[in-house]
Every structure is written in structure tokens, then in C-alpha cells.
T-cell receptor, first 115, second 111 residues
Framework: DQQVKQNSPSLSVQEGRISILNCDYT??????FLWYKKYPAEGPTFLIS?????DKNEDGRFTVFLNKSAKHLSLHIVPSQPGDSAVYFC??????????????FGKGTKLSVIP | DAGVIQSPRHEVTEMGQEVTLRCKPI?????LFWYRQTMMRGLELLIY????????DSGMPEDRFSAKMPNASFSTLKIQPSEPRDSAVYFC?????????FGPGTRLTVL
């Protein structure tokens, strides 16, 4: 049973527009969420995170929104740039619980930003 | 810091052979994770260590897989004997708290 789901395997967006990547989770014990970005032939790199005590976290062009009641988070990239083309993974964890620091990943969404 | 270092970057082997993947975590990190990425299953956690001690190996698919962490700066993932269905990219990651830092991965092909 997938506890973290990214239902869109791929997304295409025009350069300069907003990219919205979505993620749903089922485990109500998750209280910390992360987004990772992965280029081909490289390992995933940390992008941005959010704690469950917040509903929004912003870092430059990247903003993550968390809706705890819906068990849903999203990553907004604005404006999108061709260099943002990559696979984006959503991840979640339960801070302080058994298996602390163990992340559960979604399957990823491949973002293509078209020049 | 050089980041997480994995070797080899690519490995091609024949079914039945032993394969050993290596990882050097970032200095000062106390947790180390081994993942496998496939198209079908995405990024799966195989095993993780905290302070060199295996904490959860429930993701290890079979007894053919084993992992060790003899000290804070080195870990191995061994597959013996290897099978074609083990073909995947294997990532090692290390962390101090929640943010994990990944190595570049080892692409394993078992013929």
C-alpha cells in the first residue's frame, strides 16, 4: 500500500508559467514533508520541506503548500524555467516516531518545462 | 565536503555473480540509507543504519541481499547470487536529521 502518492507521472509546462506538482499521503502520523528533485544520472537532491505545524513554506521560486485535513501537499514553481525540467519526488516522515528520519517516497512526477 | 560517494557508478554482471556496491556517507552524518529505484516501484528503501547499527531491513527483498556498515564512513550492499530482476539503480543516502543527501547512484545490470 502506497503511503505517499504522486498520481501524475508527468507534467508539461510552458516556460514562465506556474508548475504545480501534487502529492497525497495516507499515513496521518506523517508530520514532515520534503520535495526532492532528480536529474538523469544523478541522485535526488533536497529542494524544500515543510513541517505539519505550517501550511506554507517558500524559498525563492519554490513554494510548498500543506493541507493536513486533505492529506495533500503541492509544490509550486513560479516562474518555471527549462532548468527545472527533472523528476520531482515527494517524501514524508514521522519525526520522533519509530523509524525516525526514515523517508517514504512517492514514485515521482517528471516535469518538462518547454522553452 | 564531497557529498555521498558511491562506487562503482555502473556495474554489469552475469546472473549468479556476486555484486558489491559501496558507499561513503557525508562526514558527521549518523544515518545511512540504501534505496533501489526501478520504473515499476519507484524509490524503495532497502535498509537503513543509525550510528552504524542496522535499524530496519524490512525492505531487503531476499536473503540474497545483505548490507554492512563496519564504521561511520563506509557501507556495502551485497547481492549474492545476483539475478536479472535485481537490475536497477541503487542509491545510498546519509543524513543527520530529516534531510537526506543522496549519492549519484550505481546502475546495476544483471545479464
Amino acid at each position: 500500500d502506497q503511503q505517499v502518492k504522486q498520481n501524475s507521472p508527468s507534467l508539461s509546462v510552458q516556460e514562465g508559467r506556474i508548475s504545480i506538482l501534487n502529492c497525497d499521503y495516507t499515513n496521518s502520523m506523517f508530520d514532515y514533508f520534503l520535495w526532492y528533485k532528480k536529474y538523469p544520472a544523478e541522485g535526488p537532491t533536497f529542494l524544500i520541506s515543510i513541517s505539519s505545524i505550517k501550511d506554507k513554506n517558500e524559498d525563492g521560486r519554490f513554494t510548498v503548500f500543506l493541507n493536513k485535513s486533505a492529506k495533500h501537499l503541492s509544490l509550486h514553481i513560479v516562474p518555471s524555467q527549462p532548468g527545472d525540467s527533472a523528476v520531482y519526488f515527494c517524501a514524508a516522515t514521522n519525526c520522533g516516531g519509530a523509524g525516525s528520519y526514515q523517508l517514504t517516497f512517492g514514485k515521482g512526477t517528471k516535469l518538462s518545462v518547454i522553452p | 565536503d564531497a557529498g555521498v560517494i558511491q562506487s562503482p557508478r555502473h556495474e554489469v554482471t552475469e546472473m549468479g555473480q556476486e555484486v558489491t556496491l559501496r558507499c561513503k556517507p557525508i562526514s558527521g552524518h549518523n544515518s545511512l540509507f540504501w534505496y533501489r529505484q526501478t520504473m515499476m516501484r519507484g524509490l524503495e528503501l532497502l535498509i537503513y543504519f543509525n550510528n552504524n547499527v542496522p535499524i530496519d531491513d524490512s525492505g531487503m527483498p531476499e536473503d540474497r541481499f545483505s548490507a554492512k556498515m563496519p564504521n561511520a564512513s563506509f557501507s556495502t550492499l551485497k547481492i549474492q547470487p545476483s539475478e536479472p530482476r535485481d537490475s536497477a539503480v541503487y542509491f545510498c543516502a546519509s543524513s543527520y536529521e530529516n534531510e537526506q543527501f543522496f549519492g549519484p547512484g550505481t546502475r546495476l545490470t544483471v545479464l
